[in-house]
């Protein structure tokens, strides 16, 4: 039986082992199943699991790809399907697919109405955000631009989904993944985000739910 592999995507602080633990009981994973996690803020020590990417706040918002903190258990293999698709050759079948995606979305983007041309027919000014340096932390650089913005929030969902959809390791974990658990509230959105990069994994809206994608992933697997 091939063992199901879950990815928990996670705001809190300070998990530990015995955290891990109780989360595969809760996933009711057996032993051989696999579980990475992906998360805002950096553990307590290493953790069981066969990844770990962390995105959170000491991110450096020029710099794309996660931190990798220990972990106790032995990293999981990247499979050909994780692989990101930029190191393959320039005009690899699935390269150049991806690139007509890209522009497909880019154009989609292009022909709605801007914000800021929305804003110009409402008669609301948008901020000048270009002073922002590239060199701010996540976490900082979007409470500035929540701050230019307005907006009234921890801006950890926003921040995470977009740390998120920056990363191609992190949509490659997504790729690797069986099931894709958003642990809290506040990592819905980055699950989303990635469900929408990435075909594949089942991404159920709460631990309830993804109790019944394992055991069925488990029963089309067996």
Not at 128 to 144: F, K, M, V
């Amino acid at each position: 039986m091939s063992p199901v592999k879950v990815v928990l995507v996670d705001t809190g602080r300070g998990r530990d082992a015995a955290w891990v633990q109780a989360r595969r009981a809760d996933l009711r994973l057996e032993d051989g199943d696999e579980l990475a996690l992906l998360s805002w803020h950096h553990p307590r020590a290493a953790l069981p699991v066969v990844d770990h990417l962390v995105l959170g706040p000491t991110l450096d918002w020029g710099r794309r790809e996660p931190a990798h903190p220990s972990v106790t258990l032995p990293r999981r293999a990247p499979t050909a399907a994780s692989h990101a698709v930029a190191g393959l050759p320039v005009w690899h079948p699935r390269r150049v697919v991806h690139a007509v995606q890209w522009r497909s979305r880019r154009l989609t983007r292009l022909s709605q109405p801007t914000a800021r041309q929305i804003a110009d027919r409402l008669g609301r000014v948008v901020p000048d955000l270009t002073p922002l340096t590239s060199h701010l932390s996540s976490a900082e650089l979007g409470g500035r631009v929540r701050a230019r913005l307005g907006v009234s929030s921890d801006g950890v969902a926003t921040d995470f989904a977009i740390a998120a959809a920056r990363s191609r390791e992190t949509a490659a974990l997504a790729a690797w993944a069986d099931v894709l658990v958003p642990f809290d509230i506040r990592s819905r959105k980055a699950a989303w985000v990635l469900a929408r990069r990435v075909a594949g994994p089942d991404v159920p809206a709460d631990v309830n739910a993804a109790v019944r994608c394992v055991r069925a992933r488990r029963h089309t697997q067996g």
